[in-house]
Protein backbone atom coordinates (compact mmCIF):
# COMPACT_ATOMS: atom_id res chain seq x y z
CA UNK A 1 0.00 0.00 0.00
CA UNK A 2 1.65 3.49 -1.25
CA UNK A 3 2.20 6.00 1.60
CA UNK A 4 0.29 8.54 -0.22
CA UNK A 5 -2.79 6.31 0.71
CA UNK A 6 -1.76 5.37 3.85
CA UNK A 7 -1.69 9.80 4.46
CA UNK A 8 -5.12 9.93 3.52
CA UNK A 9 -5.88 7.20 5.92
CA UNK A 10 -4.30 9.42 8.66
CA UNK A 11 -5.81 12.45 7.70
CA UNK A 12 -9.51 11.44 7.92
CA UNK A 13 -8.38 9.28 11.58
CA UNK A 14 -7.29 12.89 12.62
CA UNK A 15 -10.92 14.38 12.13
CA UNK A 16 -12.67 10.81 13.08
CA UNK A 17 -10.66 9.32 15.81
CA UNK A 18 -11.58 5.76 13.39
CA UNK A 19 -8.40 3.77 12.31
CA UNK A 20 -9.14 1.43 9.84
CA UNK A 21 -7.48 -0.83 7.53
CA UNK A 22 -8.56 -4.07 6.74
CA UNK A 23 -7.04 -6.86 4.55
CA UNK A 24 -4.67 -5.44 2.83
CA UNK A 25 -1.50 -7.53 3.82
CA UNK A 26 0.12 -5.38 6.47
CA UNK A 27 2.93 -6.96 8.20
CA UNK A 28 3.22 -4.91 10.91
CA UNK A 29 1.60 -2.49 12.56
CA UNK A 30 1.49 1.41 11.41
CA UNK A 31 4.15 3.49 12.59
CA UNK A 32 2.89 6.39 11.54
CA UNK A 33 -0.27 5.89 13.91
CA UNK A 34 1.91 6.94 17.28
CA UNK A 35 0.82 10.87 15.54
CA UNK A 36 -2.48 10.16 16.29
CA UNK A 37 -1.94 8.54 19.95
CA UNK A 38 -4.07 11.30 21.53
CA UNK A 39 -7.05 11.22 19.37
CA UNK A 40 -7.58 7.64 18.28
CA UNK A 41 -10.45 5.79 19.46
CA UNK A 42 -11.04 2.83 17.38
CA UNK A 43 -8.51 0.81 15.54
CA UNK A 44 -9.34 -2.36 13.14
CA UNK A 45 -6.80 -3.98 11.56
CA UNK A 46 -8.38 -7.26 11.02
CA UNK A 47 -7.42 -9.90 8.58
CA UNK A 48 -3.79 -8.38 8.13
CA UNK A 49 -0.29 -10.44 8.77
CA UNK A 50 0.73 -8.48 11.43
CA UNK A 51 2.92 -10.60 13.49
CA UNK A 52 3.59 -7.81 16.63
CA UNK A 53 2.03 -5.11 18.84
CA UNK A 54 4.27 -2.68 19.59
CA UNK A 55 4.89 -1.18 23.05
CA UNK A 56 3.61 1.99 21.75
CA UNK A 57 0.16 1.04 21.31
CA UNK A 58 0.41 1.34 25.30
CA UNK A 59 0.17 5.24 24.30
CA UNK A 60 -3.34 5.46 23.02
CA UNK A 61 -5.03 6.51 26.15
CA UNK A 62 -8.35 7.56 24.47
CA UNK A 63 -9.08 4.21 22.31
CA UNK A 64 -11.53 2.67 23.15
CA UNK A 65 -11.86 -0.37 20.81
CA UNK A 66 -8.84 -2.25 19.65
CA UNK A 67 -9.38 -5.30 16.87
CA UNK A 68 -6.44 -6.82 15.50
CA UNK A 69 -8.38 -10.18 14.23
CA UNK A 70 -7.20 -12.76 11.71
CA UNK A 71 -3.37 -11.63 11.69
CA UNK A 72 -0.49 -14.05 13.18
CA UNK A 73 -0.19 -12.15 16.61
CA UNK A 74 1.60 -14.85 18.99
CA UNK A 75 2.00 -12.70 22.01
CA UNK A 76 0.45 -8.97 23.08
CA UNK A 77 3.15 -6.50 24.61
CA UNK A 78 2.71 -5.70 28.46
CA UNK A 79 2.14 -2.24 27.27
CA UNK A 80 -1.38 -3.10 26.57
CA UNK A 81 -2.08 -2.81 30.14
CA UNK A 82 -1.81 0.87 29.54
CA UNK A 83 -4.95 1.06 27.81
CA UNK A 84 -7.45 2.48 30.40
CA UNK A 85 -10.54 3.72 28.11
CA UNK A 86 -10.50 -0.08 26.20
CA UNK A 87 -13.90 -1.73 26.52
CA UNK A 88 -13.33 -4.15 23.17
CA UNK A 89 -10.36 -6.20 22.29
CA UNK A 90 -11.03 -8.53 19.64
CA UNK A 91 -8.17 -10.66 18.89
CA UNK A 92 -9.48 -13.65 17.20
CA UNK A 93 -8.12 -15.69 14.40
CA UNK A 94 -4.59 -15.47 15.55
CA UNK A 95 -1.59 -17.54 17.54
CA UNK A 96 -2.11 -16.76 20.89
CA UNK A 97 -1.56 -19.25 23.43
CA UNK A 98 -1.35 -16.92 26.45
CA UNK A 99 -1.88 -13.15 28.02
CA UNK A 100 0.94 -10.84 29.93
CA UNK A 101 -0.18 -10.19 33.12
CA UNK A 102 -0.99 -6.42 32.57
CA UNK A 103 -4.24 -7.71 30.86
CA UNK A 104 -5.39 -7.77 34.08
CA UNK A 105 -5.30 -4.06 34.49
CA UNK A 106 -8.09 -2.98 31.45
CA UNK A 107 -10.41 -1.25 34.29
CA UNK A 108 -13.24 -0.33 31.26
CA UNK A 109 -12.78 -4.10 29.15
CA UNK A 110 -16.19 -5.16 28.37
CA UNK A 111 -16.02 -7.41 25.58
CA UNK A 112 -12.90 -9.72 24.93
CA UNK A 113 -12.46 -11.92 21.80
CA UNK A 114 -10.21 -14.59 21.55
CA UNK A 115 -11.83 -17.29 19.75
CA UNK A 116 -9.82 -19.23 17.02
CA UNK A 117 -6.60 -19.10 18.95
CA UNK A 118 -4.29 -21.57 20.29
CA UNK A 119 -4.52 -21.24 24.24
CA UNK A 120 -4.56 -24.80 25.50
CA UNK A 121 -5.34 -23.55 29.68
CA UNK A 122 -8.24 -21.06 30.42
CA UNK A 123 -6.27 -17.65 31.08
CA UNK A 124 -5.89 -16.64 34.50
CA UNK A 125 -5.87 -13.11 35.76
CA UNK A 126 -9.37 -11.74 34.08
CA UNK A 127 -10.91 -11.63 37.62
CA UNK A 128 -9.63 -8.33 37.72
CA UNK A 129 -11.42 -6.79 35.08
CA UNK A 130 -15.04 -5.97 37.11
CA UNK A 131 -16.34 -4.37 33.86
CA UNK A 132 -16.21 -7.67 31.92
CA UNK A 133 -19.77 -8.71 29.52
CA UNK A 134 -18.15 -11.41 27.08
CA UNK A 135 -15.52 -13.62 27.10
CA UNK A 136 -15.25 -15.37 23.89
CA UNK A 137 -12.70 -18.43 23.90
CA UNK A 138 -14.25 -20.94 21.88
CA UNK A 139 -11.91 -22.50 18.97
CA UNK A 140 -9.22 -22.97 20.96
CA UNK A 141 -7.66 -26.27 22.63
CA UNK A 142 -8.67 -25.79 26.14
CA UNK A 143 -9.05 -28.59 28.36
CA UNK A 144 -10.14 -27.50 31.48
CA UNK A 145 -12.22 -24.98 33.05
CA UNK A 146 -10.88 -23.94 36.48
CA UNK A 147 -12.02 -22.87 39.67
CA UNK A 148 -10.92 -19.66 39.09
CA UNK A 149 -13.45 -19.07 36.63
CA UNK A 150 -15.73 -18.08 39.72
CA UNK A 151 -13.79 -14.74 40.42
CA UNK A 152 -14.91 -13.78 36.57
CA UNK A 153 -17.49 -10.97 36.08
CA UNK A 154 -18.65 -12.27 33.18
CA UNK A 155 -22.13 -12.61 32.27
CA UNK A 156 -21.26 -14.76 28.82
CA UNK A 157 -18.73 -16.99 28.43
CA UNK A 158 -18.17 -18.83 24.86
CA UNK A 159 -15.89 -22.27 24.95
CA UNK A 160 -17.47 -23.24 21.99
CA UNK A 161 -15.28 -26.00 19.69
CA UNK A 162 -12.62 -26.95 22.49
CA UNK A 163 -11.23 -29.73 24.11
CA UNK A 164 -13.26 -29.45 27.70
CA UNK A 165 -13.61 -32.52 29.97
CA UNK A 166 -13.16 -31.01 32.85
CA UNK A 167 -15.70 -28.23 34.34
CA UNK A 168 -15.35 -27.03 38.01
CA UNK A 169 -18.28 -26.73 40.34
CA UNK A 170 -17.10 -23.49 41.35
CA UNK A 171 -18.33 -22.29 37.71
CA UNK A 172 -21.94 -21.99 39.17
CA UNK A 173 -20.47 -19.48 41.74
CA UNK A 174 -19.72 -16.84 39.27
CA UNK A 175 -21.86 -13.87 40.29
CA UNK A 176 -22.96 -12.28 36.88
CA UNK A 177 -22.81 -15.60 34.41
CA UNK A 178 -25.91 -15.81 32.57
CA UNK A 179 -24.95 -17.76 29.46
CA UNK A 180 -22.41 -20.70 29.11
CA UNK A 181 -21.81 -22.24 25.89
CA UNK A 182 -19.83 -25.21 26.13
CA UNK A 183 -20.98 -26.92 22.66
CA UNK A 184 -18.43 -29.39 20.67
CA UNK A 185 -16.40 -30.27 23.46
CA UNK A 186 -15.38 -33.62 25.28
CA UNK A 187 -17.71 -33.39 28.25
CA UNK A 188 -19.86 -36.61 30.15
CA UNK A 189 -23.01 -35.73 31.26
CA UNK A 190 -21.11 -36.62 34.59
CA UNK A 191 -18.84 -33.77 34.46
CA UNK A 192 -21.54 -31.52 34.43
CA UNK A 193 -21.52 -30.27 38.18
CA UNK A 194 -24.58 -29.92 39.66
CA UNK A 195 -24.53 -26.42 41.40
CA UNK A 196 -24.79 -25.17 37.85
CA UNK A 197 -28.33 -26.24 37.60
CA UNK A 198 -29.26 -26.10 40.90
CA UNK A 199 -27.27 -22.82 42.71
CA UNK A 200 -25.93 -20.53 39.28
CA UNK A 201 -27.66 -17.72 37.87
CA UNK A 202 -27.26 -19.72 34.09
CA UNK A 203 -30.35 -19.40 32.04
CA UNK A 204 -28.57 -20.61 28.86
CA UNK A 205 -26.51 -23.75 29.39
CA UNK A 206 -25.22 -24.44 25.70
CA UNK A 207 -24.15 -28.11 25.44
CA UNK A 208 -25.38 -29.76 21.88
CA UNK A 209 -22.04 -32.07 20.22
CA UNK A 210 -21.06 -33.60 23.88
CA UNK A 211 -19.82 -37.12 24.72
CA UNK A 212 -23.89 -37.55 25.65
CA UNK A 213 -27.49 -36.65 25.11
CA UNK A 214 -28.84 -33.30 25.16
CA UNK A 215 -32.20 -34.90 26.60
CA UNK A 216 -30.44 -36.81 29.13
CA UNK A 217 -29.58 -33.63 30.82
CA UNK A 218 -33.81 -33.65 31.78
CA UNK A 219 -32.44 -36.18 34.14
CA UNK A 220 -30.53 -34.39 36.45
CA UNK A 221 -31.00 -32.85 39.52
CA UNK A 222 -31.53 -29.48 39.33
CA UNK A 223 -32.92 -29.27 35.88
CA UNK A 224 -36.32 -27.78 36.49
CA UNK A 225 -34.61 -25.21 38.09
CA UNK A 226 -32.56 -24.37 35.77
CA UNK A 227 -35.40 -24.79 33.07
CA UNK A 228 -37.20 -21.97 34.98
CA UNK A 229 -34.27 -19.69 34.83
CA UNK A 230 -34.63 -20.57 30.97
CA UNK A 231 -37.93 -19.95 30.70
CA UNK A 232 -37.90 -16.83 32.52
CA UNK A 233 -35.50 -15.30 30.94
CA UNK A 234 -36.87 -16.22 27.32
CA UNK A 235 -40.40 -14.56 27.73
CA UNK A 236 -38.16 -11.59 28.96
CA UNK A 237 -37.00 -11.07 25.71
CA UNK A 238 -40.32 -12.38 23.65
Avoid: W
Avoid at 81 to 101: S, V
Amino acid sequence: MGNSALKAHLETSQKTGVFQLTGKGLTEFPEELQKLTANLRTVDLSNNKIEVLPAFIGGFQQLKSLTISCNKLTSLPNDIGKLKKLETLILNGNQLNQLPASVGQLKSLRTLNLSGNHFKEFPSGLGSLRQLDVLDLSKNQIHVVPAEVAELQAIEINLNQNQISTLTPEVSRTPRLKVLRLEENCLELSSIPISILTESQVSLLSVEGNLFEVKDMRDLEGYDKYMERFTATKKKFA
